[in-house]
């Protein structure tokens, strides 16, 4: 689990941070298995009420108005909510055109160049070969 602050934020920027999940997590219209537990975890994190986890989970088969949804949220918002966002689109160790064209607009909105998501993505590649690497000492 990840040392965090998302639950610092107010409840009203944890349920956008939410949503920007489950949009990409739906962007590709195929919610893995791993995905989905990735996204189930980060909704933990929120320390949002059963009934608002509920809402974000009906929210993956909505369509969200990526652009609005941005723009009803702060930039350290954008940025926490990118960086759980790369991890959970590589949870299946595959990132569709779709899927980092929408990283790389969350990105832009969020004051990054290209250069820094696709930085971020490479540590998240790095943090699977690092947490691989503990169940090979486990012989697992």
Do not use: N
């Not at 919610?31 to 989905?36: A, Q, S």
């Not at 809402?55 to 940025?79: F, G, N, V, Y």
């Amino acid at each position: 689990m990840l040392h965090d602050i998302v639950h610092e934020m107010d409840p009203a920027e944890r349920f956008r941070y939410g949503q920007l999940l489950a949009h990409l997590a739906s962007s590709d219209r195929d919610v893995t298995r791993d995905e989905m537990s990735f996204f189930e975890q980060r909704l933990g994190a929120t320390l949002l009420s059963p009934e608002r986890r509920q809402q974000l989970r009906e929210s993956l088969s909505i369509d969200l108005d990526l652009e609005s949804l941005l723009s009803s949220m702060q930039p350290r918002t954008i940025k926490l909510a990118l960086r759980d966002a790369c991890l959970m689109t590589l949870a299946d160790r595959k990132i569709d055109k779709e899927e980092k064209d929408i990283l790389m607009r969350v990105g832009q909105v969020a004051g990054l160049e290209s250069k820094q998501v696709d930085l971020l993505l490479d540590w998240v590649v790095e943090g699977y070969h690092w947490m691989q690497s503990g169940y090979e000492k486990l012989e697992m």
